[in-house]
T-cell receptor, first 113, second 116 residues
Framework: DAKTTQPPSMDCAEGRAANLPCNHSTISGNEYVYWYRQIHSQGPQYIIHGLKNNETNEMASLIITEDRKSSTLILPHATLRDTAVYYCSPYNAGGTSYGKLTFGQGTILTVHP | DAGVIQSPRHEVTEMGQEVTLRCKPISGHNSLFWYRQTMMRGLELLIYFNNNVPIDDSGMPEDRFSAKMPNASFSTLKIQPSEPRDSAVYFC??????????????FGPGTRLTVL
């Protein structure tokens, strides 16, 4: 399974876009990239996932580079409630680790007024 | 739907005692996951079930830990005997796993376990 690297922390001003990078240079062709976030004292919450195309939903956008070695989660207009730890995880849909997500240390995003 | 339900929300016990954590997944979900979260090790997958069958228990730390899923609506994680290093927040998650490509997991509120 691919390993991921994320910056330990980032700051963002309220109302501005938050761009959270994730490096997954060893990702294989059938591994998806999943993003979750964890607000203090709560369970993690699914945000978005993708394979090779950019994706957008009501929460965020996911930009995956053409070589798939990295991706960026974009929160277009960050609010104070977006302050959380953000995790990216590879997901192998067809391998022996079927069903298994791997959460690293994540990025602590702090949105300030 | 009420979401994933875990009980108890908080558990304080003494070393050597048996601890049982409970989870009720979202109705209709066919996969269930148990995670442990500590400051030192982050969020670790302990075991997961698909259609009530354990698929991967490689994350279970040792024989003191056991998990069961007797039916689609209930799972337990048992620690016997408990040790102070087991103190952590334990999360249960469920997923509809509708096709291999989809793995959105819905997490419960967690059980905060303290072993004295």
């Amino acid at each position: 399974d691919a390993k991921t690297t994320q910056p330990p922390s980032m700051d963002c001003a309220e109302g501005r876009a938050a761009n959270l990078p994730c490096n997954h240079s060893t990702i294989s062709g059938n591994e998806y990239v999943y993003w979750y976030r964890q607000i203090h004292s709560q369970g993690p919450q699914y945000i978005i996932h993708g394979l090779k195309n950019n994706e957008t939903n009501e929460m965020a956008s996911l930009i995956i580079t053409e070589d798939r070695k990295s991706s960026t989660l974009i929160l277009p207009h960050a609010t104070l409630r977006d302050t959380a730890v953000y995790y990216c995880s590879p997901y192998n849909a067809g391998g022996t680790s079927y069903g298994k997500l791997t959460f690293g240390q994540g990025t602590i995003l702090t949105v300030h007024p | 739907d009420a979401g994933v339900i875990q009980s108890p929300r908080h558990e304080v016990t003494e070393m050597g005692q048996e601890v049982t954590l409970r989870c009720k997944p979202i109705s209709g979900h066919n996969s269930l996951f148990w995670y442990r979260q500590t400051m030192m090790r982050g969020l670790e997958l302990l075991i997961y079930f698909n259609n009530n069958v354990p698929i991967d228990d490689s994350g279970m730390p040792e024989d003191r830990f056991s998990a069961k899923m007797p039916n689609a609506s209930f799972s337990t994680l048992k620690i016997q005997p408990s040790e102070p290093r087991d103190s952590a927040v334990y999360f249960c998650a469920s997923s509809p796993m509708s096709g291999l490509t989809y793995n959105e997991q819905f997490f419960g509120p967690g059980t905060r376990l303290t072993v004295l």
